[in-house]
């Protein structure tokens, strides 16, 4: 299990194949690997964007995000978990998040993987700050709720 | 004899300060804290509360040298 809180951007294919060649405890084991990217768009609520920052809580995050880990591995058969998140100025097409499970089956795989970015987004002591278009700042106020946004449409 | 109180994101711009020293004196619950920090500013019905990097509800016990946090709605992922 490893969680990392990134300054400078970060290439996820890359992450997680260094992860998956050093878990060697997990070889021979996993049958299944889901992986969610979450990348910034140049647009939100309407408008466009130009950039973002990303502030954090140092200690809190890592805490929080090693309980939903914990979380995960109480309730489905998790191999390994790699969480990687940036903070700092953060620009379109750059990822901002990266969730990677290993598991036997793939229903352990996509179960755990959803619940930890569902978990991180409404408890990982994150904050953006956007940069539109007009060179306004506007401060994100809320993550949706990435269930009830799946089940509306 | 005292507690540090920090501030985050949007809450910290509004008011204006990252953290505060707090003498830890006649404070209970981490509702205290923020009367005893911000004593002309209303709480904002929406900010979170941590207490030594968890969430604590507002009625929480704070202890001294506890580190009390104030935050808006977490945005990340």
Known sequence: MEIKIVTEPFDPWQEIQTFQKSAKQMHGKYGATSIFVGTMRDFNDGDDVKGMTLEHYPGMTEKQLAHIVDEVSQQWSVLDVLVVHRVGDVFPDQPIVLVAVWTSHRGDAFDSSRYIMEALKSKAPFWKKELLQSDDLRWVDKNTDGYKAAGNK | ?77
């Open chain 2, 1 to 77: 004899m005292s507690i540090k109180v920090r501030y985050f994101a949007s809450l910290k711009e509004s008011i204006g300060r990252a953290e505060d020293e707090l003498a830890f004196v006649d404070i209970n619950s981490v509702a205290d804290v923020w009367v005893n920090a911000n004593k002309d500013t209303d709480r904002p019905h929406n900010i979170l509360a941590a207490v030594n990097m968890e969430y604590v509800g507002f009625d929480h016990l704070v202890h001294d040298g506890d580190e009390v946090a104030f935050f808006p709605p977490v945005t990340g992922g």
